[in-house]
């Protein structure tokens, strides 16, 4: 009967108890897999359909966004599972799922397939493949561990990360393998970063320095933008970054407001105070474009996206305190994708929840 199923996760041989003949030890684990086979699960939708859709604004104002589904981690991917994996479960057991605990940034891939997840307390990165419904769990590299990884950008098929423990950034492969880390000494605590293709320059958000600082791929720093201050082009605890390969999106935490600039960091607009009514800000976190230029901020204090246009008039909001579709609870990062799906990390939640427009105008 070893040969018939080799050796499982515990490195013991099997064995039958009696006199049974090869023939029928051989016959029982054809019988096995026989009776196993209709035990794998074919692949379900990523997102399961809804009853009553969940659309912003409520009517009877004509709907802009709708609700697409939740990411709470591997089990949500309803990835296929074949009869072969089922019967090897039964022997080694089943793999416990990855699930999120607490998202903070999010980053997804140029062709819309891969997701990449910092998560801050599990000090660890998420690769999600959405294609082949894999979820890779990545902690760090050799001995080298993750400390506080906080921020993530695509850069073809390199993964940028930027550890705010560890004064760095580290660049991976798609399948979480470590290939280089630089920025020691340089920065001081980073807390986010874009990618700019046109420039090919990793633009990093230094929160501890009050800074920007830009990276080509190597490593190699090309320029700093900006300093601590009020006025625009200036920086007082800065967290997250965005840009639409022309401008800059920060999000300008202690100055309550975002700001956007150019390449180069000339100012081009900053909006936003410390208040309650629309358009102002408690705690700006995540900051991303959607293809029509408009600015869309999630706000960790308000549990809201807020979407503005370039000159910072807002458009709509929607997100209250909760953990119902739709409701937040200390939002973080933000992505939209080639698609315009808005991908939000819920990190009190500990779920990602997706959405998309069903109107021409946000």
Not at 61 to 80: Q, T
Not at 132 to 141: A, C, E, I, V
Request: aromatic share 8%; hydrophobic share 40%.
């Amino acid at each position: 009967m070893t040969d018939c199923i080799g050796r499982h996760a515990y490195d013991k041989k099997p064995t039958l108890t009696g006199g049974w003949s090869r023939c029928a030890q051989i016959g029982i684990c054809v019988l096995s897999i026989v009776l196993l086979d209709g035990c794998g699960r074919a692949r379900g939708p990523l997102f399961e359909q809804i009853g009553t859709p969940r659309v912003w604004p409520a009517s009877p104002a004509a709907p802009r966004i709708r609700f697409v589904g939740v990411l709470r981690g591997s089990e949500d991917l309803n990835a296929e599972v074949s009869s072969g994996e089922s019967f090897k479960a039964a022997f080694r057991g089943v793999r416990p799922p990855i699930a999120f605990s607490g998202p903070h940034a999010i980053a997804v891939h140029a062709n819309n397939t891969w997701l990449a997840v910092t998560d801050v307390s599990l000090a660890a990165v998420h690769i999600i493949d959405l294609a082949n419904r894999t979820h890779t769990l990545t902690r760090g590299w050799s001995d080298e561990r993750f400390e506080v990884p906080v921020g993530a950008a695509w850069a073809g098929d390199e993964l940028y990360i930027v550890d705010g423990g560890r004064g760095e950034v580290i660049a991976l492969d798609l399948n979480g393998r470590h290939l280089r880390h630089f920025g020691q000494g340089i920065l001081k605590r980073p807390v986010g970063v874009t990618y700019v293709p046109s420039r090919d320059r990793l633009y990093v958000v230094d929160g501890g320095g009050h800074n920007i600082h830009v990276f080509d791929r190597a490593g190699a720093e090309t320029a700093v933008i900006g300093s601590r201050g009020t006025d625009c082009g200036q920086f007082n605890f800065p967290s997250h970054i965005a840009n639409d390969g022309e401008r800059l999106l920060i999000a300008d935490g202690a100055n309550a407001r975002v700001q956007l600039l150019s390449l180069d960091g000339g100012c081009l607009a900053s909006f936003g105070q410390k208040g309650d009514g629309a358009g102002d800000f408690s705690l700006p976190k995540g900051v991303a474009f959607d293809s029509a230029g408009h600015l869309f901020v999630a706000d960790a204090h308000f549990e809201n996206i807020q979407v503005f246009n370039d000159a910072g008039q807002l458009l709509m909001a929607w997100g209250e305190e909760g953990s119902e579709k739709g409701a937040f609870s200390l939002p973080a990062g933000l992505a939209i994708d080639g698609d315009d799906r808005i991908w939000v990390a819920d990190a009190g939640n500990r779920r990602i929840q997706v959405f998309e427009y069903v109107g021409a105008e946000p």
